[in-house]
Nanobody, 128 residues
Framework: QVQLVESGGGLVQPGGSLKLSCVASGESFRNYAMGWFRQGPGQEREFVAAIGGARHGYRSYYGNSVKGRFGISRDNAKNTANLQMNSLEPEDTAVYYC???????????????????WGQGTQVTVSS
């Protein structure tokens, strides 16, 4: 069983930056693919970014709406996955969720229903 705890959300002005972190409990963190998803009011959960585990070569993936603005990284020594968000826009306002899965295949890494473990979410609000 893996528990995920997100942090770093908050209120930021358009054009600003935020860094989200997700700390995972348990062992063998390096073997887990880590994903970030978001869900705005009345919207479906949307893929934001993901980074594969050791067997995936830690390859990273991004949703089209965040490419060039967001960066995902991981620190296996700290059991942490990070999402650096730059040039934030009001459309980025959402609850951001961290997800993890050990068995996921790369072709499924952008699909929310492919992940077994989820955090509680952290609110990001972009507004002036």
């Amino acid at each position: 069983q893996v528990q995920l705890v997100e942090s770093g959300g908050g209120l930021v002005q358009p054009g600003g930056s935020l860094k989200l972190s997700c700390v995972a409990s348990g062992e063998s963190f390096r073997n887990y693919a880590m994903g970030w998803f978001r869900q705005g009011p009345g919207q479906e959960r949307e893929f934001v970014a993901a980074i594969g585990g050791a067997r995936h070569g830690y390859r990273s993936y991004y949703g089209n709406s965040v490419k060039g603005r967001f960066g995902i990284s991981r620190d296996n020594a700290k059991n942490t996955a990070n999402l650096q968000m730059n040039s934030l826009e009001p459309e980025d306002t959402a609850v951001y969720y961290c997800a993890a899965d050990r068995q996921i295949i790369l072709s499924d890494i952008t699909r929310a229903n492919a992940y077994d473990y989820w955090g509680q979410g952290t609110q990001v609000t972009v507004s002036s």
